[in-house]
């Protein structure tokens, strides 16, 4: 009796075991962080323990991990130096690199220096004086992005690497609006004064929130991994863990009004 128990064992940790390789890339992951906030900042943050966590769930070692430009990481995932990028805005062009799991909608709010109230777009046109910060690479509104076009051939755009190049200029006046995800700001000003010179607020209402979340390679995962990992944040959205990682790095309130 002990040969067809042990033979049925066999067989189940072998299909275990298949499973688990599966949802897991040749060489482990290789995965792109990004500096943004409470999503990723010093090797913590949201994005990490996301990663982390489903990494280890799926049975996936990560071979890799370090944080990267958002215009370099595109590149390098579509060169497949990187198989997992995080923070991604949901677009076409990268629809064509990699499948999205999604974890996360927003918009991104204008932050704006509180001399200038809250204008709407043709008014920020109009006061030569106020210079747009944007940063390089990344996906803004519809709106959002025409206005930036605007505010370009009016020569009153700084485009910088990362968010806190952005802060910077602003800290300094060298710039007096930019865009933000609530991911950015949320963590900034809790360790910064900039909250009280600054006005948040939704200048383009019209456009629609924008979807974020991770990007697996094409290159690198196939339709049945990819529905193994949407299976697994399906699963954690579901047993609160996925909200449980966003309250530990972001306001209850905000927390909740980000999960889709």
């Not at 910077?168 to 930019?178: E, K, T, V």
């Not at 000003?189 to 629609?208: G, M, N, Q, S, W």
């Not at 790095?249 to 927390?255: G, P, Q, V, Y």
């Amino acid at each position: 009796m002990k040969r067809p128990v042990s033979l049925a064992l066999f067989i189940a940790l072998s299909l275990t075991v298949a499973a688990t390789r599966a949802a897991c890339p040749q060489g482990g992951l290789k995965v792109g962080y990004l500096a943004f906030g409470a999503a990723y900042s010093d090797g913590r943050g949201i994005d990490v323990d996301l990663v982390e966590t489903l990494a280890n769930q799926l049975g996936c070692p990560i071979a890799r991990a370090q944080a990267y430009p958002r215009a370099r990481v595109m590149k390098m995932l579509e060169q497949g130096e990187l198989n997992l990028v995080t923070s991604a805005a949901r677009s076409p062009e990268r629809e064509r690199l990699g499948y999205f799991l999604v974890y996360e909608k927003s918009k991104n709010m204008t932050l704006l220096d509180a001399r200038f109230g809250r204008p709407g777009a043709e008014t920020i046109l109009k006061r030569e004086e106020i210079i747009w910060g944007k940063v390089r690479s990344f996906v803004y509104g519809p709106a959002q992005m025409a206005f930036l076009d605007k505010m370009t051939q009016l020569g009153r755009v700084i485009e910088v690497a990362d968010n806190d190049e952005l802060f910077q200029l602003l800290a300094r006046g060298a710039i007096q609006g930019m865009f933000c995800h609530p991911f950015v700001f949320d963590e900034r000003f809790r360790h910064t004064p900039l909250e009280h010179r600054l006005i948040v607020y939704d200048a383009f209402p019209a456009d629609p929130e924008l979807q974020g979340g991770l990007l697996l390679a094409k290159s690198a995962f196939d339709t049945k991994e990819t529905r193994r990992w949407q299976d697994k944040l399906d699963e954690l959205r579901g047993n609160g863990t996925l909200a449980g990682i966003f309250r530990k790095h972001l306001s209850r309130t905000l927390a909740e009004a980000l999960l889709p």
